[in-house]
């Protein structure tokens, strides 16, 4: 683990440490939107059906599959833009 600090401050300096941060940033302010999102609608759906009765259980559920349905078509959009860039850059 620390052969690959020294040798990413010894190419890159101190600024190859933050290389991706803008990236994850994007990622995650989006994939929190996301999650704040469904969470709001679950339980709207939640209280409307009346499932009062697993009410913690049956929100926590099916917020986070929508939040994994969300990150996996983001992530996977991310990595073709990404692709796509560095064919660019090559060209």
Not at 41 to 59: A, D, G, H, P, S
């Amino acid at each position: 683990m620390t052969d690959a600090y020294i040798k990413i401050f010894k190419n890159e300096g101190l600024k190859g440490f933050w290389s991706g941060c803008a990236a994850n940033m994007t990622r995650n302010s989006i994939f929190n939107a996301c999650e704040l999102a469904s969470y709001d609608q679950t339980r709207e759906y939640v209280l409307k059906n009346n499932l009062m009765k697993y009410l913690n259980f049956c929100i926590i559920e099916m917020n986070y599959h929508v939040i994994l349905l969300y990150q996996l078509l983001l992530d996977f959009s991310l990595l073709v833009l990404v692709n796509q860039w560095t064919k660019l850059r090559r060209d």
